[in-house]
């Protein structure tokens, strides 16, 4: 029987797409993860421009991409629980600098994911999803394969 091919696996690898942060099945997320990173090693397509990954330091360069799905790469100073959400932030200024939300909805599937938001901080990590404005720059997680601890 011969290989099944995924399209979506192939435009990856040709740096031509970005992982969605919906992608629910392990396998397949696995797949095409290490597509994404085998195109983001090789300077493929649209990883020869290291603009691609926005630095959590640069709130304004993540609220440009407002509805948009974004990747943005930094070091967690602080967690916060506030009400029903987990916050994240990335920066000292809790409104203006970029931060994750967390409701509280998505701990469980984290947990089963041995996410724990606590553990993140002070931790360098990858989060993907849309960017919503909330006076910064926000990304709401609500999947594990959000989050990709880097070292």
Same mark, same amino acid.
């Given at each position: 029987? &011969?290989? $099944?091919?995924? !399209? $979506? ?6 740096? /031509?797409?970005?992982? =969605? ?16 990173? =085998?195109?983001?090693? *090789? ?6 421009? &290291?603009?691609?990954? @926005?630095?959590?330091? =640069? ?6 991409? +407002?509805?948009?799905?974004?990747? !943005?790469?930094? @070091?967690?100073l602080s967690v916060r629980q506030a009400g029903a959400t987990t916050y994240l ?5 809790? /409104?203006?600098?970029?931060?994750? /939300? +967390? ?7 984290? *947990? ?5 938001? @606590? *553990?993140?901080?002070?931790?360098? +990590?990858? +989060?993907?999803?849309? !960017?919503?404005?909330? /006076?910064?720059?926000?990304i709401e997680v609500v999947r594990a394969g959000q989050i990709e601890l880097l @070292?």
């Amino acid at each position: 029987m &011969p290989q $099944q091919t995924l !399209v $979506q696996r192939e435009l990856l690898a040709e740096g /031509t797409a970005v992982v =969605s942060a919906t992608v629910n099945d392990r396998e397949c997320a696995a797949a095409l993860l290490a597509a994404e990173a =085998s195109a983001r090693e *090789a300077k493929r397509g649209i990883w020869a421009d &290291p603009a691609v990954i @926005k630095n959590a330091e =640069s709130p304004g360069d993540i609220l440009a991409g +407002i509805g948009r799905i974004m990747l !943005v790469e930094g @070091k967690v100073l602080s967690v916060r629980q506030a009400g029903a959400t987990t916050y994240l932030n990335f920066g000292r200024n809790w /409104t203006r600098d970029f931060a994750v /939300t +967390i409701p509280r909805r998505a701990l469980a599937n984290l *947990a089963a994911a041995g996410l724990e938001p @606590k *553990a993140l901080e002070y931790k360098r +990590i990858r +989060i993907r999803g849309i !960017v919503e404005a909330h /006076t910064g720059p926000r990304i709401e997680v609500v999947r594990a394969g959000q989050i990709e601890l880097l @070292k």
